[in-house]
Each structure stands twice: as C-alpha cells, then as structure tokens.
C-alpha cells in the first residue's frame, strides 16, 4: 500500500502537466494558423494590435461557445479560414487552456 501511494505522488503531477490530446492539436492549428497575427502562447512575442490568445482566454467574457460562435464567422480583419468543427473544438480547447 505505502508503495502504491509513492508511486500516485510521483505520477500525479507529472500527469496534471501533461495535455489532453485535444489541447495539443488546438496548440497545433494556433501555431499554424494565427501565430502570423496572434500571440498563440503565453511564450510566444506578443504582438502590439491583435489580442493575443492568453488575454482572449483570461476575458470573464470569453466561453466555449462565444469562442466557437466566433470561430464560425467572418470577422473583421480576419482572413476567411472557414474553419470545420473539427479544427475549431480542438482550438477552443487550447485557447481555454491558456487561462
């Protein structure tokens, strides 16, 4: 028993760091996709008029479906992706990520 709880808390954290394969694939189309306008990653350069995904995701505004609402539209100075379903779940999910 002493065994298997040493072995929870070394694993254990090394799990909560570890991404959902979801959040890795949103990572994928945002480095893609937006990076040449957004800041993707809280590592990444900023950039000085696009809000950078980490802000987006902090906003108490900003929600799973807002998200993909806005994802489905034309907006703005925004070239016309037309993303699927399957690529803007998995980017939602990261932007969300970055809270």
């Not at 008029?49 to 907006?75: K, M, S, V, Y």
Request: hydrophobic share 40%; with cysteine; proline share 9%.
């Amino acid at each position: 028993m002493r065994n298997l709880l040493l072995a929870a808390a070394i694993l254990l954290p090394a799990a909560a760091g570890a991404q959902s394969p979801e959040i890795a694939r949103g990572g994928e189309i945002a480095q893609t996709w937006c990076s040449s306008c957004h800041q993707v990653s809280a590592t990444a350069p900023t950039k000085d008029t696009i809000p950078g995904f980490p802000e987006i995701a902090r906003r108490p505004t900003t929600t799973a479906d807002r998200l993909r609402g806005f994802l489905r539209q034309p907006h703005g100075r925004m070239p016309n992706f037309e993303l699927s379903d399957a690529n803007i779940n998995p980017l939602v999910a990261y932007i969300l990520s970055l809270k």
